[in-house]
Structure formats: C-alpha cells, structure tokens
C-alpha cells in the first residue's frame, strides 16, 4: 500500500492538537491507516546513501511515513489525511465542494482535435481561483501529482497530469495532435527551445523523464496543448512548459489532466482540486472549465456531485456482525466523510441512504460502505463468535484425502508456484507451445511469464535443486493448474491435479504403476478392460515428456484422466537430474 511521508509538527498543526507516538498510532488505527514509521529527513538521506554517522535529531524535522489504503486517492497528501481524521474526529463538519457560478460565455474552454483520438482521446480541466500556496503545501500539491502518477494514473500510462500559472496563459484552450518536429518549447527548468523529438533524445538521459517516453515515442503523433497565442502548456505525458510553470506566488491554478481511460481522469482531477480548494480564498470552491469536442459534444469539468446510494441496515448489521440503530450508522458514516440520512423501507426496516462525495470514489458497492461502518464502529469492538458449522468444498475435503493416502505411501508433499516460465511447460518438457496456456500480461520477471498447465515442471525443478539429496526422492503435489476455456466468463478455468515423483537408481515404471493403483483402489474404481466404462484402465500412450514404451495413460469411466510413466531422459537433462524418474499426474476433479 502507499506510504505517505508528512511533517508531525504541521501535521498536529492541521490537526489542531498534538498526539504522542502511540496516542497517534491508536489514531490512525481507528481510522483504518497505519504509522509505519517515525523518521527524520536527513535519516531517510543517510539512509539512501548507506551513511553511519548519527547527526543530532533533536534539531530535525520528523517525519511520520503513514501507510494508507491504495484506493484511497484523497489520503496521498497531509491535506487529505488531515481533513479526513479532523472529521473522524468531529473537529470539522464534512465539507461540501461546489463549483463557482461561471457563466457559459465566460468560462473557460478547452477545444479537443480530432487527431488526439489515436492517442490520448481525453481531457478534463478546472481551475483553482485565488489559491495561496506557502513553501509546505506548494511541495504538498507538487507530491500529490506524483503520488497520483504512481498510482492511479499507472505512470502516466492512462492519466497525465499538468498544473499551470493561469495568469501567464490566454483562454481559450486547444488540445491537439501534431507531429513531433511541429511541436516547439522550453520544456520546464530548461532555457532554450526543443522540438519534440528533440526532447525524447535529451530526455533518454533523464533518470525520472525517461520511464515515460516510451508511452508516446513511437507516435507519429504527439498529445500537445496550447493557448490561444500558441504557447505550449505541455507535452503530455512527458513534460509542461516551463512558460506556465506555477511557483508560490502563483494565484490561479489551471489543472488539465490528458487520459487514456476518462474515468481515471475525472477521479485524478476531482481528487486533486477537492484537496487543494481549501487553500482558495473561497473554500471547497472550483471554478469549472468547458471541453469542446470536434464533432460538437462539450463536457463540463470537474463533477463535484455526490450520487446516492441506498444500503440496506440489516445488511450492515449482518455482514458486521452487530446490532447497531440507524442513527449509530449514520453517524458512523459521517465520521468517515459520508454524509448519511436513514429511511424508511417498509415492514419495519431501515435503509440507509449514503451521499457519496467527489473526494471518495473508492465507494462502489454497499459493501464499501458497511466496511467504513466497521472501521468507524472499531474492530476491536466487534464481538467475537463462532462462526456456523462450514463444511468444506468436496473438492477440498477430497484432495485432503489424498494428501494423506499418497503420504501413507512414503511419499513427502511440496508446494511449488503456480506461474512458470513458457519454456518449462513447452521445449523443456518436449512439447510445443501449448495453445491453451494463459499468458501473464507484462511479467516482471522471465520465471512467471504463463500460469502452468501441469504440475511437471515444479515437481521436476524440486528435484533439480534437490539432486544431492539422498536417494530415492519420492515427493507430490496436489495443486490446481489453469487452460484457457471460452466456456467459462473468465476465459479459463482451474483444474485440480495430483502428481507424484519416484527419482532413484532402481525408479521404473512399476513403481509409479503401484502408486495409481493404489490410488485407484482406495477410491474404489476397480481396474477393468479397455473399453468398460465401469472402472479405470491403462493403455499405451505417446507423451513427448516420457520414454517412448514406458508411458501409459489412464481412463477412469470413459475419460482421460492422466498420465504416468518414466520421464524422458532429455527432459531431465533439461532440469539437469541424473537419476532416472518415474512420474504420475491425475486430474482427481474426474473423480467427485
């Protein structure tokens, strides 16, 4: 989860009132956030640059890293928090943001070109009127566009956020799409002019720029905006023009956030003017902006609306586990920022009805709310029970079963990943790529790159990192593999698999025979002759992962349900084992 760095001093200062560590670490318990540490600046330097030596502390800043949930974008900044635990605390009403009383003629307007549709189609905009920043809440807001960047906005790969001095612009505004040798500014804290593409190759040196560049550099078109005299805001995602750059003399604030995904934009642009408003000579208040579209469709930007949603009392009750009155719920949720009203729903029950602010789009679903109940009312307050008699899934209880059976046998469980590198569920086995096999999405590393569709591979590397053990090795796993099935609302489905491994000088084909028999004995399915769909029979099979001869495949009432046999020998040279290994795998879901 996010780690928000603030100042204790001007966080009290906010908070109008000074805690001691552990009275603050209660405090932010209650809330659902967490202290995570107690540091100063120069620490968290001496930190960074590995430095012994101690300076003295007592002359320092400190610094409290706070821990707060990921999806609670108005908590990245001491502003956030510290207007969300005054109201907690019900030093502070919850505040009402409204937008300014702007005439359609005089507002501002941002024109969107057509061409911006191939590459970032979106952007919304408002304005902060008549702010006044000091040096702490100038860094504050300057933090907050990067945490957002982080988080949120995926590095700028769906929201670019770009903050301008209103006063050095002129109204109204174009967003465009040009061609980078078209595009001509200074760039912020530079002194000269670049085109665009003279900007990718100076920033490829720029350790913060560069992760960026990648988003639109091979573009034949770049995301720029422009006022009316054709100065350049910024060239989004990459870097504002230093002409509108703000500064803490700064009194209006333009606020253009260019998107991907127009949902993510509204909550970044909402998020960031509820925040900062409180800095404006008239609180809570933002001042709207028009965006035109091509094609005659205009949006006015931010939506400071609070939608409704209606949750049911006896759902929050049930769900928690308590018994609280509507007017406790209500004032529970209104401790946590969301103004609440109880209505009447017939049949003697009560709902409540939620008014959910700008500031809070994490509430999606009642869900979300009883679970700002629950924190409001405390955990540690909720009763303890014992829940009703839960019964396993039959699936569950069979795989127990047989954890204990194959253990019976001698052989020692593991449990190995359930993602894998392509190359050891295809060429390292044998086999060829194997349609079915769902792929990981941009995998930080080569090792997690498909989610395994057997249960071969990790079994075979235990053994690898295992080789100087003493022989024989006779381990299994019960686990779940994954294949791709249109079938299923997912795209895939999960199967569960037993599979077991003899490694040892003497490993033949009748010991991991012995192994499927016995299993097949304890679950009552006789052995039969090839064709009888009464019980499970073996017939000679042709897998590439084992040796040609000494493999077999098993039937149980008319379906394939595995394989067993002795590995083949490339295979195990490519998990560099030198002992000969027999291996079973069984889909036991063939078996409920």
Known sequence: MPTVSVGRDRLFAALGK????????DLCFCFGIELD????????IRKEKHLDEEGDENDEEVIYKIEVPANRYDLLC???????LRVFNK???IPKYILSDVSKDSMLQMHVKPETSSIRPYVVCAVLRDISFDEASYNSFIDLQDKLHQNICRRRTLVAIGTHDLDTLQGPFTYEALPPSHINFVPLKQTRDFTADELMEFYKSDLKLKKYLHIIENSPLYPVLYDQNRTVLSLPPIINGAHSAITLKTKNVFIECTATDLTKAKIVLNTMVTIFSEYCKRKYQVEPVEVVYADGRSYVYPDLSAYNMEVSLSYINHTIGVSLEAEEVTSLLNRMQLHAERSASGDNQWNINVLVPPTRSDVLHPCDVMEDVAIAYGYNNIPKRKPASVKPLALNEFSDLMRLEIAMNGFTEVLTWILCSSKEISTM??????KSTAVVGN??????????TTLMPGILKTIGHNKDHPKPIKIYEVGDVVLLDEKKDVGASCHRRLAALYCGANSGF????CLVDRIMEVI???????????????QRSDEPEFLPGRQASITHKGKHVGTFGIVHPEVLNNFDISDPCSFMEIDIENFL
């Not at 009552?524 to 073996?538: E, H, K, M, N, W």
């Open 37 to 44: 540490d107690v540091t100063t600046e120069k620490a968290i």
């Open 429 to 434: 086995l044998n086999r060829q790529t194997d």
């Open 91 to 93: 030093q502070q009403e």
């Open 18 to 25: 000074s805690y001691t560590k552990e009275e603050f670490e």
């Open 78 to 84: 001491l502003e956030g928090i510290a207007q969300a």
């Open 443 to 452: 995998p930080r590393t080569s090792d997690f790159e498909v989610v395994r």
């Open 524 to 538: 009552g399915t006789p052995f039969v002759p090839v064709g009888d769909d009464t019980g499970y029979y073996i």
């Open 510 to 513: 009748e010991l991991i025979h």
